[in-house]
């Protein structure tokens, strides 16, 4: 299959240390080198590196391949500027050569963790397999919740479905983005519903066709940015004017045939500081501490020093992170929101902080 990576986010929820020019996709959060190269390291089984593609931004696009030495520069696509991700998704599909669109493409996160790698791939092969047969239009990867999450979307399907069940790939009845607690409840508790875990397969040329049926205005677009001899100031102003939607809301919500492989793999998308924390191992007080960092009389907490020190006495259930020019501090459960303190930088203008 090939390969697209998306490594075009900026990662506002992991303020303090993701940054503008640093975000999440390139920081080592883990000790296993930075996500997007760990992520093309889980795929390349699947894909080669001459068949992977990366999706970043044009001010991303150096930093991004330094991480990624054995891909070929060419395959490393710089959005003309930010938008979402239907239309970044349908620009790099557009860009690539015919050949390549005729195939089985996988999209998928570059800032995602997963400890059971060899059942990730096995999970997207039964998905690419049912893409090849025909059997949907678009296969998504559903991850069975572990905790009722109110910060991702869900997957109805509609029977229920064992996670790492061989050959399985079921109907998709309805997403739901991110619910509230009760229903957060529900949607564990049912046995069909599922964290979408933001990647699909598809043909390309099929992807193509269904943006032009669904969202023309945005297809009509990527016909454009694909015209030869257009500068780059006029690529900027084209890619500028498309429709900024998600794939999710865009596409995905209004296709009929869409199915869903479940995956048991340790799937995490390391989406907040609190989710991180769930990917590392705790000491025997549920403290986990990434960096210089002491506990005293203290439970359940995150600790992270990026440089200097941290240190608690008596707290629980916090998130203490601490920078060069920086130290962020929010309970675990609300670490969510810390992109509400990304926001009123922007508005105080203190552009030296992000």
């Not at 860009?95 to 790698?117: C, F, G, L, N």
């Not at 900027?236 to 199915?259: T, W």
Request: with cysteine; hydrophobic share 45%.
């Amino acid at each position: 299959m090939i390969g697209l990576i998306l490594a075009g986010g900026i990662g506002s929820r992991f303020w303090p240390l993701s940054r503008r020019r640093r975000p999440k996709q390139l920081l080592d959060l883990l000790g296993d080198g930075s996500l997007v190269a760990a992520t093309a390291r889980r795929v390349e089984p699947l894909c080669g590196a001459e068949r992977t593609w990366v999706c970043t931004t044009g001010e991303l696009a150096a930093a991004v391949a330094a991480e990624l030495p054995g891909l070929d520069s060419s395959r490393i696509l710089g959005e003309p500027s930010g938008r979402n991700t239907a239309p970044a998704i349908g620009w790099a599909v557009r860009t690539m050569p015919e050949a390549a669109r005729r195939e089985v493409i996988a999209v998928m996160p570059s800032d995602h963790w997963v400890a059971d790698e060899d059942a990730f791939r096995e999970a997207l092969g039964r998905g690419a397999m049912a893409v090849e047969r025909g059997d949907h239009d678009v296969v998504t990867v559903g991850i069975a919740p572990a905790w009722p999450e109110t910060g991702y979307g869900y997957l109805e399907l509609e029977v229920p479905a064992e996670p790492g069940a061989p050959g399985g790939v079921e109907p998709v009845l309805r997403f739901t983005e991110k619910p509230d607690a009760e229903k957060a409840a529900r949607f564990k508790a049912s046995g069909r519903h599922f964290w979408n875990a933001g990647i699909f397969l598809f043909r390309g040329t099929v992807l193509l066709d269904l943006y032009r049926e669904h969202l023309p205005e945005l297809a009509a677009g990527l016909e454009q940015l694909a015209a030869d001899g257009l500068d780059a100031a006029r690529r900027r102003e084209i890619y500028a004017g498309l429709e900024s939607v998600s794939i999710d809301y865009g596409l995905m919500e209004r296709i009929d045939s869409i199915g869903c492989v479940v995956a048991d793999c340790g799937w995490n998308d390391i989406g907040s500081w609190g989710l991180l924390a769930e990917a590392l191992p705790p000491d025997a007080d549920g403290n986990r501490t990434v960096g210089d960092a002491l506990a005293v009389d203290a439970r359940d907490n995150l600790l992270f020093a990026d440089e200097g020190a941290v240190a608690v006495i008596g707290v629980e259930g916090l998130a203490v992170v601490r920078t060069g020019d920086a130290v962020l501090v929010v309970p675990r459960e609300r670490a969510q929101d810390v992109r509400e303190i990304v926001e009123r930088l922007v508005a105080r203008g203190r552009l030296d902080l992000l």
